[in-house]
Structure formats: structure tokens, C-alpha cells
């Protein structure tokens, strides 16, 4: 009997021990900061990586040198060029997604790649189909496809499009060289879930090429984009709304950002004064 009631009491002590944390209470707010910076290095780990290449060896159709890089979130990748044309050479194309910590879940980003006519639109695009870049702790790959147009009839049309998450998008960048219809919806462009982009790709054997360089990241205010219907302060700054802050100058809002007299503003001042 006595024995039971010291085994007893251990066990209550030990219980009251584990409670306290080992006798000390941890402040609420160091465990949530602690939280925070757990979460700020699992979204830091994340990489969107893009191999561009050559179908062999290095080629100037191909940007004149082969990129296989990893960037994290917000950050761009390198700027690549696509001249492809009649000379024997094309271009493979790929995209992974590093989540180490499992940050993106449930994310689906596509790339649809097919030529214009027909499939291969006549051999310019190899490798055609629907890919799913892959998401998790290991790089893999979706892809390549592979980009040969040449003065055949038709181009590469890519289509991305994001679906399993409303809280990620993938910019990309698609610009014209010498802007002479070979790059088709030109311009910078966001993909959601609620918007795919298309570019079409048809470099034959008119002067310039066509440039991409992309950058995922997630739509949360403070990520210096404003989205469409997003109220986020520091992302959209509302010339009119009594504060001078973001891309807003005296120049460029004066409602907001001329003072009566230097250092008297609304409620922050601009750069331009003290």
C-alpha cells in the first residue's frame, strides 16, 4: 500500500512538472513568435526552378548559355531567349517546385504545350503535352518540352494555369524582341486560380526572339502587388486616401503628399521633405 502511494505521487508530481514546463510557464507570446519564425523559414525554403537548355551543347538560339536554377518565393528567375529558327538547334524546357515543409499543399501548377495546327505543329514542338510541376521535398520535374520553330506553318502555344490554391500565383514575363508577331501576348501576365495565361512562341526566320522569366509567390498583403480586388494598404496605395506612403511622391499624388509647409503632411511625410 505505501508503495502504490509513492508511485502515485510521482506520477503526480512528474504531471504537475510537464504542465508548468518543467516548472517555468513559456510566454504565450514568445511561442507564437516562435511559431512565426518557423513558418517565415518553411515559406523561405520554397524554390520554383527552371532549366532552359540547348538540345545540345550551348546554342544562341537558345540564350547562348543553359540556365538551371532554383529562385524562392518573389524572386525572378534569370531572363532566358528563344530565337529558334531554320538552324539546326532547339530549345527543352522544364519547371520543379523545392517545398520542403509542405508550405504549397495542395497546389497544382500546369503547362500545356502544344503547336498550333496540329501537335507537333509540324515538328516545331517536341514533346507536346499537359505536364504537372511537381510540388514536394524532393526536385522532380515536369517536363522538357522542347521549342524548334522554324519557318513552318505555326508556332508553341504554352498555357499555365494554377489550381488547389487561391493564395499562389506565377507571374511570368514574356517579352517581344523587335516586336515583329513572333511572341504573341507579349507582356507581364499573372496566373491564378481564377486566370490562366497563353503565349504563343513563333520564332522562324524573321529578326529577334522572344524572352521569359518567371517568378512564383504568394498573394499576401505586403508582397508590394496589388491583386485585383485586394484593399491591402501597403500594396494599394489609393492616391486621395489621406497617406503618403508606397510609390506615392509629391509628384506624383499631390492630394496626399504637399504639405502646406515642409514637414506637415496628412500623416507620413514623403521622402522630398523632411
Keep these: 500500500m505505501f508503495k502504490n502511494c509513492i508511485a502515485r505521487a510521482a506520477i503526480l508530481a512528474t504531471t504537475a512538472v510537464l504542465a508548468t514546463g518543467c516548472g517555468s510557464d513559456v510566454p504565450e507570446e514568445s511561442l507564437e513568435a516562435d511559431a512565426l519564425g518557423t513558418r517565415s523559414d518553411a515559406l523561405e525554403s520554397i524554390q520554383f526552378w527552371h532549366d532552359f537548355r540547348a538540345y545540345s551543347g550551348v546554342s544562341d538560339e537558345c540564350n547562348g548559355f543553359n540556365v538551371s536554377e532554383g529562385r524562392g518565393l518573389g524572386q525572378w528567375t534569370s531572363q532566358v531567349r528563344l530565337d529558334t529558327d531554320s538552324r539546326p538547334q532547339g530549345c527543352w524546357q522544364k519547371f520543379g517546385i523545392y517545398d520542403p515543409y509542405g508550405e504549397l499543399s495542395g497546389l497544382s501548377l500546369t503547362v500545356s504545350f502544344f503547336g498550333q495546327g496540329n ?88 529578326f529577334g526572339g522572344c524572352y521569359q522569366t518567371f517568378r512564383l509567390r504568394k498573394m499576401t498583403c505586403g508582397d508590394n502587388i496589388c491583386e485585383a480586388g485586394e484593399t491591402c494598404p501597403a500594396d494599394c496605395n489609393q492616391c486621395g486616401d489621406g497617406i503618403c506612403n508606397g510609390s506615392e511622391n509629391r509628384f506624383t499624388c499631390p492630394e496626399d503628399c504637399s504639405p502646406v509647409i515642409p514637414g506637415e503632411c496628412a500623416i507620413f511625410c514623403p521622402p522630398e521633405f523632411p
Design 119 to 206: 501537335p507537333t505543329s509540324n515538328g516545331q514542338c517536341d514533346n507536346p503535352g499537359t505536364y504537372v510541376v511537381p510540388v514536394g521535398p524532393v526536385l522532380n520535374w515536369a517536363g522538357p518540352w522542347g521549342i524548334d520553330t522554324t519557318d513552318a506553318y505555326g508556332g508553341c502555344v504554352q498555357t499555365f494555369s494554377i489550381s488547389g490554391r487561391s493564395d499562389v500565383a506565377l507571374d511570368v514575363r514574356f517579352d517581344a524582341d523587335r516586336h515583329n508577331g513572333q511572341c504573341l501576348n507579349a507582356g507581364m501576365h499573372t496566373v491564378t486560380s481564377s486566370n490562366a495565361v497563353t503565349l504563343t512562341l513563333d520564332m522562324d526566320n524573321r
